[in-house]
């Protein structure tokens, strides 16, 4: 196993929810800023939301904004994406990424995880 894994994709209709998880190894979670990806096949990997290390600030996809929140538990070294009033545009494999440098935004992630799917249905 990589130091992040994440788990909780799965398959729902559209108006449902689902909620992702990715545990990170200790080292790797404590000072690190965290993120949420995903990608379609054929498409360009997509920035969904990122954390920073105490979880005050966070950041969305203009395209997620209202539907989506991530947070983090601190103390069980992991993270959370609650996914709500899912759309099939949302459809995509999900990534839970961690850097240990720059701010809450999509960009110099340094560690992946394998990624989990999410598939929503009309």
């Known amino acids: 196993q990589g130091p992040l894994v994440e788990s909780g994709g799965g398959a729902v209709q559209a108006g449902g929810s689902l909620r992702l998880s990715c545990a990170a190894s200790?080292?790797?979670?404590?000072?690190?800023?965290l993120a949420w990806f995903r990608q379609v096949p054929g498409k360009e990997r997509e920035f969904v939301a990122a954390?920073?290390?105490?979880?005050?600030?966070?950041t969305y996809a203009d395209s997620v904004k209202g539907r989506c929140t991530i947070s983090r538990d601190n103390a069980n070294n992991t993270l959370y994406l609650q996914m709500n009033n899912l759309k099939p545009e949302d459809t995509a494999v999900y990534y839970c990424a961690a850097k240990f440098r720059g701010g809450v935004d999509p960009y110099g992630y340094d560690y992946w995880g394998q990624g989990t799917q999410v598939t929503v249905s009309s």
């Open positions: 200790a080292c790797t979670f404590s000072s690190s800023t």
């Open positions: 954390i920073s290390r105490s979880g005050v600030s966070v």
